[in-house]
């Protein structure tokens, strides 16, 4: 009984504090994650990942981003992609339809180590402004060949919505 009431007295005391950009009355995966760098100045704005590929030995997720900085911003999709059979996932291109985009690559690494870890590689594609808007309006179909498997799927239009539409918003941070 005493450690019982010692515990709700404990919890008494914690506040709620928000993830930065979470929005009071809207579900977690409808979320915009609004952030600054407290040194850099540097605003971004994304949601939480989209799964957009799965199968046996496979998963992509990807989420929009726009970082900003005064009135210079950079556009792109944030992907992972991970592998749960004995290789690595090695992307050697990323298309739309029949355009190459701007993937780079930026690390190798195990991730997601509930039940032994997936060998994931994460990384960047960068795209105009124009192809963000056309994005938010028609969502973005990515094929990403690699040297071990092909992972295809759609990000979806309401993502780069609403990373747009919170980018836009004045006093946005």
Do not use: K, W
């Amino acid at each position: 009984m005493l450690r019982g009431f010692l515990f709700l007295l404990a919890l008494s005391g914690c506040t709620y504090t928000p993830h930065p950009g979470a929005r009071f009355g809207v579900p977690v995966g409808a979320q915009v994650i609004a952030q600054q760098g407290s040194q850099s100045g540097i605003q971004r704005f994304t949601t939480q990942e989209h799964e957009i590929y799965r199968d046996a030995t496979g998963i992509m997720t990807a989420r929009p981003v726009i970082l900003q900085r005064g009135t210079l911003r950079q556009y792109a999709v944030l992907t992972n992609v991970r592998r749960r059979a004995p290789n690595a996932p090695r992307l050697v291109h990323v298309a739309t339809h029949d355009r190459l985009l701007d993937y780079r690559r930026h690390d190798r690494i195990y991730s997601h180590c509930i039940d032994g870890c997936q060998r994931a590689e994460i990384g960047a594609i960068y795209l105009s402004e124009a192809d963000f808007r056309t994005a938010a309006r028609d969502g973005l179909y990515l094929l990403a060949d690699g040297a071990r498997q092909s992972y295809e799927g759609t990000v979806p239009a309401e993502a780069f919505a609403r990373v747009r539409a919170a980018a836009d918003a004045p006093g946005s941070l």
